[in-house]
Each structure stands twice: as C-alpha cells, then as structure tokens.
C-alpha cells in the first residue's frame, strides 16, 4: 500500500509562485505514472499534469502549461509541482495520484492511490 502526502500549499499573491511536494511511502514503484489534479469549490477535480515514472513524459493541462513544470527526485519517493505565474483561477485544494498500467492519465479514475490534499489559494 502506497501513502501519498502533499505539502507546499498556503495563500500566495497573484503572479507568485509555490512548489508543491508529494512523498511517497510503502510500496513505492520505479514504474507508474503520477499526477497532480487540483478541485475549486463547487467544480470537478480537474487534470492538471502527468509524469510516468519510466521514462519521465510529462503533460500538462492547457490551463497550466507554460506556467507549471513537474518532477520527481532521483529516488523517485517525492513529486514535485513547481507553479508559477499563479493566478486565483489557479486555487483549489491541489491532490497527487499514483497509477499502474494508467492507460488515460489525464482520467482520475485510472488513479489508485491519492494523496489528502494540500490548499493552494491565489488573491488577487
């Protein structure tokens, strides 16, 4: 069983930046993907961008791209989401995903482990 826990969110201006962090523990893979989705209030969980862990692809929503960039460290137990360029469409509670044999990455149901959450929210 693999635990999944964000850290990094809090209040930042608009045009600010914030890094996210997710660590993992327990049954960590070398394989897989991981994602980043984030939820606003009142609205859907939404994709926000992808890295399969073999091989380092990356994706990014369109509403992000240019803005964010997603890591890994070496050992591959922390994901990273470095965002900048932030505005307040950008707040919502931000959450990491791990998959297996994730065939659409950007669906949240092909995710099986997930993270409580961290709130990112963005004044203007």
């Known amino acids: 069983q693999v635990q999944l826990v964000e850290s990094g969110g809090g209040l930042v201006q608009a045009r600010g930046s914030l890094r996210l962090s997710c660590a993992a523990s327990g049954r960590t893979f070398n394989t897989g993907t991981m994602a980043w989705f984030r939820q606003a209030p009142g609205k859907e969980r939404e994709f926000v961008s992808y890295?399969?862990?073999?091989?380092?692809?990356?994706y990014y929503a369109d509403s992000v791209k240019g803005r964010f960039t997603v890591s890994t460290d070496n050992a591959k137990n922390t994901l990273f989401l470095q965002m900048s360029s932030l505005t307040p469409e950008d707040t919502g509670v931000y959450y990491c995903?791990?998959?297996?044999?994730?065939?659409?990455?950007?669906?949240?149901?092909?995710?099986?482990?997930w993270g409580q959450g961290t709130q990112v929210t963005v004044s203007s």
């Open positions: 890295i399969r862990l073999s091989g380092g692809t990356t």
């Open positions: 995903a791990l998959g297996r044999g994730v065939f659409s990455p950007t669906v949240a149901s092909e995710y099986h482990s």
